[in-house]
């Protein structure tokens, strides 16, 4: 853990993006548009704070990554990702319970997230172990083009 400089932001991305590059079978969930231009301009948006960030390094190679944003009275977990080699050794509830941490000593009471079930990392399962609990699901809906 270091602190985080607009300097990492770039490794950030390259970091976010493999973690979530072939998260579903067929890539069914990944749209055409350019990651690195919108993570690029969405992490210098005012509700992202690098102070509620906590990235993970390996050497100079970022393992995961877990934001935190405040808005309005409430903290959203807006990004756990961990890359594929760092997978299932922990880090990412290390990296969310640390974090969970932070904002509790801010005084922050609300904490949410949304995520997909069907993630095959079984983030779900980490998130309810951590306290969370469902309290809407949004079906999607997909039909082929034949």
Do not use: C
């Not at 990651?35 to 050497?59: C, I, M, N, Q």
């Not at 974090?99 to 990392?121: H, K």
């Amino acid at each position: 853990m270091r602190p985080v400089l607009p300097e990492h932001y770039p490794q950030i991305i390259s970091s976010i993006i493999e973690s979530y590059l072939h998260e579903f079978p067929g890539d069914r969930f990944r749209s055409k548009f350019d990651r690195v231009a919108y993570f690029s301009t969405e992490l210098r948006k005012p509700r992202y704070d690098p102070k509620l960030w906590h990235v993970a390094w390996d050497g100079d190679e970022i393992a995961g990554q877990v934001f935190m944003v405040i808005e309005n009275g409430q903290v959203e977990v807006n990004q756990v990702s961990v890359r594929p080699a760092w997978r299932h050794k922990g880090l990412g509830r290390a990296l969310l319970t640390r974090a969970l941490r932070d904002v509790r000593e801010r005084g922050e009471e609300v904490i949410w997230l949304d995520t997909y079930a069907e993630y095959p990392t079984r983030a779900v399962d980490m998130y309810r172990s951590l306290g969370f609990y469902i309290s809407k699901e949004f079906p999607r809906y997909r039909k082929s083009a034949t």
